[in-house]
């Protein structure tokens, strides 16, 4: 049982550079998430899906898309990088509503 | 909008003795949950402690307790008995039931001293 799976764990990007970040999680959740965490302001959600094919977004969205075509897998694009994007992103997910957050390892992302 | 407040970004404690971390929000709910989350070198993100706004009875969890004061909106951490392994970010968040979007504290780094 692997819980939440991020990849990759590091990616160095130039600015205008686009990429995705792979979440899957194998815990049957119907709720996942994306946050960014930047030094000294805590986590902040960019996006976030209550279930397959569901999707809104969170406090920070400008510049990420997302998509959730199933229920495992639910990945984060940056469609043109910006060093303001440079941050450690966590994917997290959990059963329903009422169930607490499980995390991904995070990835460390730098835009150059 | 809602936010959570930790004021203290960073608490020192001696192994063995007791800490209590600050947590402050604002919302105009009435149904939440609020969370303490630690966060060691690894980056790794670990649930410590739930309360449900609902209850009264504050939440334990071996050593870790809460002090739930919804009046006052405050929701702090205490630590007994410290132990190396406590040394950590510490991450107060709120969020709403039915919704899973967590708003975050800034955190609070502790340190334990041998």
């Known amino acids: 049982n692997a819980g939440v799976t991020q990849t990759p764990k590091f990616q160095v990007l130039k600015t205008g550079q686009s990429m995705t970040l792979q979440c899957a999680q194998d815990m049957n959740h119907e709720y996942m998430s994306w946050y960014r965490q930047d030094p000294g302001m805590g986590l902040r959600l960019i996006h976030y899906s209550v279930g397959a094919g569901i999707t809104d977004q969170g406090e920070v969205p400008n510049g990420y898309n997302v998509s959730r075509s199933t229920t495992e897998d639910f990945p984060l694009r940056l469609l043109s990088a910006a060093p303001s994007q440079t941050s450690v992103y966590f994917c997290?997910?959990?059963?329903?509503?009422?169930?607490?957050?499980?995390f991904g390892n995070g990835t460390r992302l730098t835009v150059t | 909008a809602q936010t959570v407040t930790q004021s203290q970004p960073e608490m020192s404690v001696q192994e063995a003795e007791t800490v209590t971390l600050s947590c402050t929000y604002d919302t105009s709910e009435s149904d939440y949950y609020l969370f303490w989350y630690k966060q060691p070198p690894s980056r790794q993100m670990i649930l410590v402690i739930r309360?449900?706004?609902?209850?009264?009875q504050n939440a334990t969890e071996n050593r870790f307790s809460v002090n739930f004061q919804k009046a006052a909106k405050s929701f702090s951490l205490k630590i007994s008995d410290s132990q190396l392994g406590d040394a950590a970010m510490y991450f107060c968040a709120w969020g709403i039931q039915g919704a899973q979007k967590l708003v975050f504290g800034q955190g609070t780094r502790l340190t334990i001293n041998p």
């Open positions: 309360q449900e706004a609902y209850k009264q």
């Open positions: 997290a997910s959990s059963y329903n509503g009422r169930s607490p957050l499980h």
